[in-house]
C-alpha cells in the first residue's frame, strides 16, 4: 500500500487539476494507493459570509487588469478541458473554505473523504457554488452519502477546526507554501500540479 498525503485548498484551481491527474496516474499505475486529505487555505483571511467574484477577487490580489486576469484563467480552462474538467471561472465565487474543509474531515472519517473533495471542487469550479454556506455544504455531503442534518449539527460547532489547523502547521513545518503538495509515503514530496507522468514516477518510486 503507498500512502500520499494531499495539502490542498478547495478554492484552489490548481489543485483540482492537480487531484484529476494524480487519479489519473494511480489508475495507470494498477499500485494500491490510500489517499488522504489535508487541509490548506490560500487565504484564511476572507470574512465568514463574505463573497467575491473570482474575476475581482484575483485582480485585488495581483493588482492585474480584466484582460491579464482572463488569459490567466483561460490557461487553465484549457488545461482542465484537455483533462476533461470544466473551470467556469464566470460562475466562481471566492468564500471562505474553513467550513468546506471540516467537512471533508467529517466525511474523511467515514471513509467518503475523496468523494467529498471532488464534490465540492466541482461545486466551486464548475457550478459556482457558496462554499461557506452551511446548507449548501450539507447538500453535497448527501450527495456523496453524508447525512445532511449531522453535517449541519457539526457545522455550528468548531468540531474538527482543531484538525483543519493541524493540517495547515503541517504544511508548514513540511515547507509546503503553496498547494496542491503531494507527501508520498511521508518520504519524499512533489509539488504543483505537475503532468501525469511525473505522479507516475512518484508511485513507481514509492512503490520499490
Known sequence: MISVDVWSDVACPWCYLGKHRLETAIAASGEDVAVTWHSFQLD??????????????????????????????????????????????????????????????????????????????????????????????????????LNADEVRAMLVTNQYDDAVQADINEAAALGATGVPFFVFDRTFAVSGAQPVQTFEEALRRAAR
Open 44 to 145: 484564511p483571511t476572507i470574512p465568514h459570509g463574505q463573497h467575491t467574484p473570482h474575476a475581482e477577487a484575483l485582480g485585488k490580489k495581483f493588482n492585474a487588469p480584466p484582460e491579464q486576469i482572463q488569459q490567466m484563467n483561460q490557461r487553465l480552462i484549457d488545461l482542465g478541458a484537455a483533462e476533461g474538467l470544466e473551470y467556469r471561472f464566470d460562475l466562481y465565487i471566492q468564500a471562505n473554505t474553513r467550513d468546506a474543509h471540516r467537512v471533508i474531515h467529517f466525511a474523511q472519517e467515514r471513509g467518503l473523504g475523496n468523494q467529498m473533495k471532488d464534490r465540492l471542487m466541482r461545486a466551486q469550479f464548475t457550478e459556482g457554488a457558496i462554499v461557506d454556506d452551511a446548507d449548501a455544504l450539507a447538500g453535497f455531503a448527501a450527495e456523496v452519502g
